[in-house]
């Protein structure tokens, strides 16, 4: 085989090829004997038909098949004699094999990651801005604890912020309701949330057996018959209850069930967890410092291929915004990749056993199901892919130099978690 391989830019590359008549002729062989064993023809016996009968009947097919996987075979070689990564498949034009011709050429257009001189990776310095877990994210964090094991209890009055609601409600188009819209015994805690603002402010003053009608204006990623509209909902109030909270004593303590008896306990329990989540938010914040840094340090071409992908595995509305992100985020895939190959870093089967475990319990099958259906959709790769990259982030981040600075507390800041830890 011969050929020659120009730049067009640093990712894309025009190859000119020539496969020897012979290796085609091997291949085109081997494609016959093939479909000789499967064919049924009347008149033949399986697998005694002719060659001259095979090519009457198939000629066209099995010349296209073997030029097809010749030439793939043949780029894809090329390529990696040469040490380039392919992306995506080629552009091939000028496909040449006349019946007296010495080779089979063709010129190809193909992108590829361009080669890549890893710089300094190890103890880059990053600088992580932390704020301290205060005493009233503490008390703030255990008044959530006390709201969820709070009593309820009816009450003749106005509802307001911290009540438990419950009550009827149905949609109306121009006056007419609107089809599955009607809702019974419908219930909220007022203030918790604020994901219905409007409603949650409309049921505000309102008493059991009141009623009201409010207009909300549906979004317009809402369904198709009401994106954009006006709708008016008609509430009815079917009692208000008041939240009674325990006392925060040993007795709610040792209630919680996490192996704790007294409020001190407590009080360091979630200091922990709360601690524990700032460390967590500290090494994202890190970790995008570090990856940020890594491309800084090791500027190359990207395929815009590769670029595009990205954006549309996004979103594909924001096209012009995500362009530089979606650069950026592969340069950071392409480094992470190059930087594992170099220093060796596999998932192991157990940790793929044990995402797969997880995986299985969310999608509640069984392991060995769930590996088999991703086996067959081909996305057991993109998991120990995923395995791979975030081993190689940890390694990395292992490596660089933290340097953690503690920020001064806001006064009166706390916690916005609401998940006690039970472990």
Known sequence: MTSTVNDIDACTKRLEVAIPREKVAIEIDRAYSRLAGRVKLKGFRKGKVPRRVLERYYGEEVQAEVVNRVISTSYRELLEEKGMRPVGEPNVTDIVMEDDAPELTYKATVEVIPPLELGEYKGIEIEVNSQ?????????QI??????ASTFEDVDRAAKSGDYVMFDIEGFDAGEP???????????????TRSEKELEDALIGMKSGDEKEIDIEVPENAAPNLAGKTIQFRIKVKSV??????????????????GLSTVEELRGHVRKYLEAQQENVDRQQGVAEL????VEMHPFEVPPTLISSEIEGRIADYERQLAPQAEERVRQLILIERIRE???????????DAQIQNLAAQYQMTPENLKKRMEMTGS??????????????????????VNVQIEEPESGSGSGSDEPDGS
Do not use: C
């Open 241 to 258: 209850k008041e939240a009674h909270p325990p006392e925060l004593d040993e007795g709610f303590v040792t209630s919680l069930g996490i």
């Open 178 to 192: 609107v089809p599955d819209s009607r809702r019974e015994n419908e219930a909220v805690m007022i203030g918790e």
């Open 132 to 140: 301290p877990v205060t005493d009233d994210q503490v008390d703030q």
């Open 342 to 352: 170099k220093e060796g870093i596999v998932a192991i089967p157990g940790e793929v």
């Open 380 to 401: 057991l790769g993109q998991l120990v892919s995923n395995i791979n990259y975030n081993k190689t982030v940890d390694w990395l981040y292992g490596q660089a130099k």
């Open 143 to 148: 008044g959530q604890y006390l709201k969820q």
């Open 291 to 294: 990856l940020k840094k890594l």
